[in-house]
């Protein structure tokens, strides 16, 4: 008993106050079950990114010669993103009736009645168009391979030349919905993290002061112990939960393993945790210091009114920002925190943008740690109406040190 006690009392005042923190809000059954549904949610969204994106299409092709049969395989291996078969059926009455029964899904057929040979492809309805376009390339090829053969010439002369290249212009044009996505969960986990922790940071503040327990408290122990003790209380809490969730996506895609860019996406996540330590840290500072503001419960929502808008258009960039409004927002502190490691992840984000979005978001942080650490002060055992930031600030600036609260 001696050495825990012993050890509590050394241990520093705000640590103290941390771990009251910490106690009071792991005993909420909401942060449990917002915790684990989120990582079921996750779990389930890897899983199922995992199986659609390694789904082949299947194709059946009812051929009743050589010739069509040879064009079928000339297709299958052109191409591994769908899986194309050959069926071999007797005649053309039974191919074209087991395209109708679905037993195949095209019918290829090199038809001569026209008195040249010209190839058919007979369908229940429209063929698939990618189907479409495999079997008009080996068809095309191999006619031209007969021709050539006929004409005494070799394929190789006849096709000089005929090579066709594709150049992207824009990279990252084919992965903009795997960009989308990435942004989006950043997104997503930013704001749940904020309206979870946040949130809960201002109501403790004006909870304490509604009910004057502020008030014993500070006849015990410094101002500035007690706004640090719940600022770390709840950033601890809220990076151990994002570190849940981001070993969960990661553990669960190494398992399944096929995940498309799964090395992107684990580098974009390493940075999206730097980033979201800078912006979390930010964030519930600000909501310590607007929610000393308010002196009711009521007044909080108010309070808050400007940091919650900020992080609602960090969320919406999320969603709908692209181009430019991306690059930009990537330089702006808590914005950040979301759209740099998705333009990591996209591999549009220079070294020096990444140092330089970092720099402005810690020179950021300081700044309102600094601004939310007086508000606070000053702001603490108000009562009666709402404060305005502009009245704490002056109020904090006019108030001489002796007067201010122990500690401050």
């Known amino acids: 008993?001696?050495?825990?006690?012993?050890?509590?009392?050394?241990?520093?005042?705000?640590?103290?106050?941390?771990?009251?923190?910490?106690?009071?809000?792991?005993?909420?059954?909401?942060?449990?079950?917002?915790?684990?549904?989120?990582?079921?949610?996750?779990?389930?969204?890897v899983i199922a990114l995992h199986v659609?994106?390694?789904?082949?299409?299947?194709?059946?092709?009812?051929?009743?010669?050589?010739?069509?049969?040879?064009?079928?395989?000339?297709?299958?291996?052109?191409?591994?993103?769908?899986?194309?078969?050959?069926?071999?059926?007797?005649?053309?009455?039974?191919?074209?009736q087991a395209v109708r029964n679905g037993d195949a899904d095209v019918f290829l057929l090199q038809d001569d009645t026209a008195g040249a040979p010209t190839w058919r492809l007979e369908a229940k309805g429209k063929p698939a168009a990618e189907l479409q376009g495999y079997l008009a390339q080996a068809v095309a090829a191999q006619t031209m391979q007969q021709n050539a053969q006929t004409l005494g010439v070799s394929l190789p002369e006849v096709m000089r030349g005929a090579g066709l290249t594709p150049v992207e212009l824009d990279s990252a044009s084919d992965e903009?919905?795997?960009?989308?996505?990435?942004?989006?969960?950043?997104?997503?986990?930013?704001?749940?993290?904020?309206?979870?922790?946040?949130?809960?940071?201002?109501n403790s503040v004006v909870e304490e002061k509604e009910s004057r327990v502020v008030e014993v408290l500070l006849a015990a122990i410094?101002?500035?112990s007690l706004l640090v003790g719940k600022v770390v209380g709840n950033f601890v809490l809220g990076i151990v939960q994002m570190a849940a969730f981001t070993a969960a996506g990661l553990l669960t895609a190494l398992a399944v393993g096929g995940v498309p860019h799964l090395g992107a996406i684990v580098a974009s996540s390493g940075w999206f945790l730097v980033?979201?330590?800078?912006?979390?840290?930010?964030?519930?500072?600000?909501?310590?210091?607007?929610?000393?503001?308010?002196?009711?419960?009521?007044?909080?929502?108010?309070?808050?009114?400007?940091?919650?808008m900020i992080i609602m258009v960090t969320y919406m960039v999320s969603i709908v920002g692209k181009g430019a409004v991306v690059t930009v927002a990537s330089y702006v502190?808590?914005?950040?925190?979301?759209t740099m490691p998705a333009?990591?992840?996209?591999?549009?984000?220079?070294?020096?943008?990444?140092?330089?979005?970092?720099?402005?978001?810690?020179?950021?942080?300081?700044?309102?740690?600094?601004i939310a650490a007086r508000a606070y002060r000053s702001s603490v055992l108000h009562t009666g109406s709402r404060l305005s930031l502009l009245a704490s600030l002056r109020a904090d600036r006019a108030e001489p040190a002796a007067a201010r609260p122990t500690g401050a």
């Open 1 to 45: 008993m001696t050495g825990p006690q012993q050890s509590d009392k050394t241990s520093p005042v705000w640590l103290r106050v941390a771990q009251r923190e910490i106690r009071v809000r792991t005993r909420s059954k909401a942060l449990w079950i917002s915790t684990v549904a989120m990582i079921v949610l996750i779990v389930g969204g």
């Open 52 to 96: 659609f994106s390694g789904q082949t299409t299947n194709y059946k092709v009812a051929v009743t010669s050589p010739t069509a049969a040879q064009a079928v395989s000339t297709a299958a291996q052109a191409t591994t993103d769908v899986k194309i078969e050959a069926r071999n059926l007797p005649d053309r009455a039974a191919a074209e």
């Open 176 to 202: 903009a919905g795997y960009q989308y996505g990435v942004t989006f969960v950043f997104g997503l986990l930013f704001f749940m993290s904020c309206q979870l922790f946040g949130t809960t940071t201002a």
């Open 222 to 224: 410094p101002v500035r």
């Open 275 to 308: 980033f979201y330590v800078l912006g979390f840290g930010t964030v519930c500072c600000l909501f310590a210091g607007l929610g000393a503001l308010a002196s009711r419960t009521q007044d909080v929502q108010s309070a808050t009114a400007p940091l919650q």
């Open 333 to 338: 502190p808590i914005a950040a925190t979301v």
């Open 343 to 370: 333009r990591i992840f996209a591999g549009t984000a220079a070294w020096w943008e990444i140092a330089s979005s970092l720099v402005i978001a810690s020179l950021f942080a300081a700044l309102t740690v600094r």
